[in-house]
């Protein structure tokens, strides 16, 4: 069995003597989706910061294909690790074509320039996210679900190994939600994603980590994570949890008050 690509030992984060994560600790092999879901406060972006480096472990270790992350220098875990974060233009009038070459950063000194096969690589991205017709409109033109695209097709051009996505399907119309994790699983890359909405971590998560008040309730295959009674302690709701009759994957319904309908 290969060595997983990234690896939480014990990952812990404690801010001004709170706890934030308590010890975390999973295993990620190449090429498998993860969804990482919890209500609000739970400790999910916490989680992605940490492996982003955003934020400093306070014990515990991560290690990203038997390194250790805390070894790498900030333009180091850029070339292996992309984020691509809630909807949110550019402050400043970019192009596409200019967001998306910005993946080339982590591997480019100051005063490198593109080379052609830069050039190219851009242009693919563009293209295997649907936005090469668009590569010179302004962002600011393009819809939520253009944007969400056009953040994927620049960690594409980044080259990470790794891509991290923070509630990407926040503020999308249902089509685009769909549309983003079906081009995130296709994009070849191992992929850690905060959700919200527990039936798209259902349809589209090889494996789910469950976060409560900042502890790792559970890891594993939908099927091991979304039951029943563990999501009614979670989330203080009852729900039911059965099958799809159309795609086969689980469907959660929860009913407000406890009243079931």
């Known amino acids: 069995m290969p060595p997983a690509l990234l690896r939480l030992n014990q990952a812990a984060l404690v801010i001004d003597g709170q706890t934030i994560l308590e010890p975390v600790s999973f295993s990620v092999s190449k090429g498998e989706f993860i969804g990482i879901i919890g209500p609000n406060g ?3 972006s916490s989680l992605l910061k940490l492996i982003n480096g955003n934020q400093p472990l ?6 990203l294909q038997q390194r250790s992350l805390s070894k790498l220098s900030s333009r180091q875990r850029a070339c292996r690790i ?6 949110s233009p550019p402050v400043f009038a970019l192009t596409v074509y200019q967001v998306a070459a ?5 591997h480019k000194g100051w005063f490198d320039v593109n080379s052609s096969e830069d050039e190219q690589h851009i242009k693919l991205a563009l293209q295997q996210l649907g936005l090469e017709h668009k590569s010179q409109a302004l962002v600011e033109t393009l819809s939520g679900g253009e944007l969400q695209r056009l953040y994927l097709a620049r960690a594409l051009v980044q080259q990470a190994e790794l891509l991290l996505l923070d509630e990407p399907t926040n503020h999308l119309d249902v089509l685009y939600q769909h549309q983003i994790l079906q081009l995130s699983r296709g994009l070849g890359k191992t992929v850690l994603a ?9 349809r589209y998560c090889d494996k789910i980590a469950l976060l409560h ?3 790792l309730l559970a890891f594993g295959s939908p099927e091991q994570v979304l039951t029943a009674v563990q999501l009614s302690q979670v989330f203080q709701l009852p729900c ?22």
């Open 82 to 87: 992309a984020s691509v974060s809630q909807v």
């Open 102 to 106: 910005m993946g080339l950063l982590p």
């Open 213 to 215: 008040q900042g502890q």
């Open 58 to 63: 306070t014990t515990g270790d991560i290690l």
């Open 194 to 202: 905060c959700l919200h909405d527990l039936n798209l971590a259902a």
């Open 240 to 261: 039911e949890v059965k099958l799809h009759p159309v795609h086969g994957k689980l469907q959660i319904t929860f009913f407000a008050s406890g009243v079931w309908e």
């Open 42 to 44: 739970a400790g999910k």
